[in-house]
């Protein structure tokens, strides 16, 4: 008779299995099968093998690396759209660290347009500033000038 659904035991062990790396097989069969009755490494070894390799597991195992690494879109991003793709790629680098989020990080900045230069630091930006000239002084030449033009505009 084979099983229908994996215990509580197995699903945690299968869990840390996905995120530990298969290194951790051996123990976590021994820990979700305390009843093994064998000695034999080589029949151990064919036990978990198999336990690992059954659909129950597979299947498992593919819902937790989901869960874990986003890959099923759940949250609404639609990746026909430039805003869907940018926001799982914002996701997905949050959770991957070295050579893996600086190729997400440029592939991040293409899209959003950020390895662009900016047009507006390339022009010098021009500024003109009128400072009307104010005396306290009304005989000199300077002021007389001034009120010239002044009357001149007017």
């Not at 069969?29 to 390799?53: D, G, I, N």
């Not at 991957?96 to 190729?103: E, L, P």
Request: glycine share 6%.
């Amino acid at each position: 008779m084979k099983k229908q659904e994996l215990n509580e035991k197995e699903k945690i062990a299968l869990a840390a299995l996905v995120v530990l790396g298969r290194d951790y097989l051996p123990t976590a069969f021994a820990m979700s099968h305390p009843k093994a009755k064998t000695q034999s490494e080589a029949s151990l070894k064919v036990m978990h093998s198999r336990w690992y390799a059954s659909p129950l597991c597979k299947e498992f195992r593919e819902e937790v690396k989901n869960g874990i690494l986003g890959v099923a879109v759940s949250d609404g991003n639609d990746l026909t759209t430039r805003q869907g793709i940018i926001g799982e790629l914002i996701t997905a680098t949050k959770q991957t660290k070295g050579k893996d989020a600086v190729s997400g990080l440029q592939t991040l900045a293409k899209l959003q347009g950020f390895d662009k230069p900016d047009e507006q630091s390339d022009q010098e930006e021009l500024r003109r500033y009128f400072l009307p000239y104010v005396s306290a002084c009304r005989n000199c030449e300077l002021m007389k000038l001034y009120q010239e033009i002044q009357s001149e505009e007017k």
